[in-house]
């Protein structure tokens, strides 16, 4: 406060009690680390990313199957994971016709497994990151299920064998 002269008549101070925003911020620390170390301790790959494709969020396991370096995508734009993914993959054009489709409808789902060239089989799915039922971004979780395709298929091909077995009289 000022007299008519300019010269200080007194202070002003004002206090306001933050304790709730100091404790909100600490749960909200507490859960995110929570939250990174259940997505470090799975097998399986995290990654979340905006609508705009940014990568928000990925775990180191989500690189590794994918034989890709984190370093390079963090924070990246997910095409440039997809691009990097292209060689990689035995089926690029069902990956490139997935990415069109998840990019024309944001509040869209899918699960299914892809096959790479060296050989391992990667489940993957991916869902709408949603805010108040609005998608915000997209959520990606893959796996590699190759012992379990594998194992599968050995069993698979052991029936056939016995059915032969069988009609051969054997």
């Known amino acids: 406060f000022r007299r008519p002269d300019g010269a200080p ?81 035995e089926d690029p054009d069902a990956m490139q016709q997935t990415a069109k489709m998840l990019r024309e409808d944001p509040g869209a789902s899918v699960v299914g497994e892809f096959r790479l060239r060296d050989g391992r089989t990667v489940e993957r799915s991916s869902s709408p990151l949603l805010r108040d039922s609005v998608p915000v971004g997209r959520i990606w979780r893959i796996s590699d299920v190759t012992e379990r395709v594998r194992a599968q298929e050995s069993l698979l091909q052991a029936e056939k064998l016995e059915g032969l077995r069988v009609m051969a009289g054997g």
């Open 9 to 89: 008549t007194g202070h002003y101070l004002r206090l306001r009690d933050e304790t709730a925003l100091h404790e909100a911020v600490e749960a909200a620390a507490e859960r995110a680390a929570v939250l990174d170390a259940v997505f470090h301790s799975t097998g399986d790959g995290f990654m979340v990313s905006e609508l705009d494709g940014r990568v928000r969020y990925a775990n180191r396991r989500n690189f590794e199957i994918l034989g890709l370096p984190a370093d390079d995508f963090q924070g990246a734009d997910v095409e440039k994971v997809l691009r990097a993914m292209l060689p990689k993959r």
